[in-house]
Structure formats: structure tokens, C-alpha cells
């Protein structure tokens, strides 16, 4: 409960002449997060093989699927970012799964982790909105459609990373203190209930049994599958907005 309500434990800190690193339980499950989609990455790479078997198929089917999503979404020029957003889909699910141990925290339920994401999506948009149509044109952009609303311009710009980065963690955070808060409750009401009949009886968390599981799978399972995808389509909704197709040339008819 604590550890939900008042943000990650400190395990140690790194001290340097010029600033202090808190390893916390987010760095820790970050750290465990990175060394699992890569041994997993290792593995499918291992087994590939001419005549697929079944598991291999499953992987290839699932890729398909990453690109073909990427390319409805964005369109089929920028399939190139379709390793960019599986990345990010697993890195979010497998961060939120890791708190379902009770031992880590869900990394997506520390706000400095969603924001970091949303940072990594809004640079890209205004690297590819430059490189698109140049520094002076994307300063313009700020001043459509009339001047006046150039402060307007800017402020969506800003909010645009801060409600992608609060979206995420404000449902994943916001479950698990529901959760801790319903466990809670309930190990108080299994003492009320059953403190009557014996001291022994209220000391056995009956109540705590079955419906907490249930919780976290919805919060945890459910709710954080959500949260992934919907991170990364909009992630691939802002990035294909900066990244249009190219122009095509135009075909001179001639006229007889």
C-alpha cells in the first residue's frame, strides 16, 4: 500500500560530486523488463528456421500484425517505426505484468517512466516535422491558422506529451491504489466479521482471498493490455502526422 501511494522504494543511491542516482524499484524493474525482451529476442532469433514450427509461426503471424497495424495506422511509408512501437507495446505490458509479483512495482505506475516515453514520441514528431518541412516552416505552423493563436499552438504542443505520459500512469497508478485500498479494507472487514467467533479466525484473511486476484487481473492484465495499445496508437498517430507520404510527381498529359 505504501509502496503504490507514496511512489517507489530507494534501494541505494550512487553519490557524484555533481548530483546523487536513487536506484529505486522502478530502475530495478525497468532493468529486469530490458534483460526479459532481450533474452526473449535471443531466443527467437535461435529458433528461426526455413520449415517453421509452431511456435515460430505464432511470432511471425504476431510481427505481421505489429506491421500491418503500423501501416493502417501511419501509413505504408513509415513501417520503418513498426520495431520503435513493438518495443514500446511490450516495454509497457511487461512493466505493468512485473507488479502483478507483489515482489517489483509496475514501472508504468511511476510517472517519471510514462513521461520519459511521451518525451522519446514528441522528439520524434518535431525531428520528422523539421526534417519535413524545414525549421522556419515548422515555427510558422505555431502561428496558424491567424497569429493570435501562436500561444494557444504552443500550449497544445506542451500538453500534447504531458496528457500522453498522465493517461498512462494516472490508470495504472490509480488501480493499484484502488487495489491496496480494497485489500485493505477487506483484511479489516474479515476481522469485524469473524473476530466473534475466535481471535484465531480473525487473523485469517478470508476475505482477501479470490477477490483481490480478480482485481488485479482487470487493473493489472486488462487494464494495462489497454494502456499499451492505446500509448502506442497514439504514438504512431502523432509520429504518421509528422511523417506524411511524399509527393508524388505529376504526370503531364499531352494533348493531342
Known sequence: MDSVA??????????????????????????????????????????????PGGFQVVVEKLVNMLYGLVSDTMGAHNVRFAPYIGTLFLSSMICTLLGMTQVLRSATADLSVTLAWALVTTGMVWYNSIKNLGFKAWLKGF??????????NIVSEIAQPISLAFRHFGNVAGGGVLTALIYTSLGGLTSILFGWISEAFSLIPFLQIGI?????????????????????????????????????????????
Request: include cysteine.
Open 6 to 51: 507514496n511512489g517507489p522504494k530507494v534501494y541505494f543511491a550512487i553519490h557524484t560530486p555533481w548530483f546523487t542516482i536513487n536506484v529505486t524499484q522502478t530502475a530495478l524493474t525497468i532493468l529486469i523488463c530490458s534483460i526479459l525482451l532481450t533474452v526473449l529476442a535471443l531466443i527467437i532469433r535461435r529458433g528461426l528456421k526455413k520449415r
Open 143 to 152: 502561428t496558424e491558422p491567424i497569429v493570435v493563436m501562436t500561444p494557444m
Open 212 to 256: 483481490p486476484a480478480v482485481l488485479s487481473i482487470y487493473f493489472d492484465l486488462f487494464s494495462g493490455f489497454v494502456q499499451a495499445l492505446v500509448f502506442s496508437l497514439l504514438t504512431m498517430v502523432y509520429v504518421g502526422a509528422a511523417c506524411p507520404p511524399p509527393a508524388q510527381p505529376e504526370v503531364a498529359n499531352d494533348s493531342e
